[in-house]
């Protein structure tokens, strides 16, 4: 489910809302809760996607339309500590980004974003675009850097904190992982995604007592949100608490009777609940 960030008003240099930002394809990470002499016998892997937001295209064309046809062409520029900044192209370039990103092409998107940006360095849309973009390219500490910026210039970007904070959790960087999730978790106390992270990261560390709470939050706030459920069914079966957690498996397979990790963790359950 991809939860919306609440725009700043006006944005930085009056851009706010006229650049689109990407959702990435959802993807699933696996991660063993380690130290846990049962989660040893049991195998047990949390699972989780994070989420990543998309914010309405640019409307800037219609809204000029009328201007260009009278007048031949409107440059929208304001002035940026002393810089001239051009809004339009440079909405414009992020929307050719996120488009081509859409399609696979992510060396020519990522073109695109620098492009942007070069243009509104003071967007934390383009920063954020673009560390989604290197990301994908696999270079993850540039991804981070971007991702940074963009909290520079917006430090409540939802968004930027949660996906930071997984890049983090894969470099093994839990701490900090933590830290960016609870303050996605702080602005945006809704955010499921931020929740089913953050438990995850814990998790990581062996602290399935303090993920547990975390994964609930989660389903609390996304009743179908399968991989939380798997998450949460997963950590009480690491803490031999099987009733629970075969409670949890049933609810994922009656909403979805395909999730083939509950299954599987299902049937775990059950026979360590016969011995």
């Known amino acids: 489910m991809a939860h919306r960030r609440q725009h700043r008003p006006g944005g930085k240099n009056g851009t706010r809302g006229m650049g689109r930002k990407i959702s990435p394809s959802s993807l699933f990470l696996a991660i063993a809760l380690a130290g846990l002499v049962l989660l040893t016998a049991l195998s047990g892997w949390l699972r989780h996607r994070p989420t990543n937001q998309l914010p309405a295209k640019s409307n800037i064309q219609s809204s000029l339309s009328g201007a260009n046809a009278s007048t031949g062409s409107v440059e929208a520029t304001v002035s940026g500590g002393g810089q001239s900044v051009d809004v339009e192209k440079a909405a414009d370039l992020q929307n050719r980004g996120t488009e081509l990103l859409t399609q696979g092409k992510v060396d020519e998107a990522v073109v695109q974003f620098k492009a942007a940006m070069k243009l509104n360095p003071e967007d934390e849309d383009a920063h954020y675009n673009l560390a989604l973009a290197l990301a ?9 850097q971007e991702y940074l910026e963009a909290l520079r210039i917006y430090p409540d970007y939802t968004e930027a904190h949660n996906n930071l904070g997984n890049l983090l959790v894969a470099d093994g960087k839990f701490e900090e992982a933590i830290e960016h999730f609870r ?13 089913n992270n ?3 990261a814990l998790a990581r560390q062996g602290k399935v007592g303090e993920a547990i709470p975390c994964f609930r939050e989660a389903v609390r706030l996304k009743s179908d949100y399968l991989e939380a459920r798997h998450n949460l069914a997963s950590a009480y079966l690491a803490q031999g608490r099987i009733d629970e957690a075969i409670t949890e498996f049933t609810a994922i397979l009656r909403l979805n009777p395909d999730f083939t990790p509950a299954r599987h963790g299902l049937l775990k ?4 609940q016969t011995k």
């Open 183 to 195: 303050a996605a978790s702080k602005i945006s106390p809704d955010n499921a995604s931020a929740q």
């Open 269 to 272: 359950a059950r026979q360590l």
């Open 136 to 144: 994908r390219q696999g270079d993850r500490a540039s991804a981070k």
């Open 198 to 200: 953050l438990g995850n």
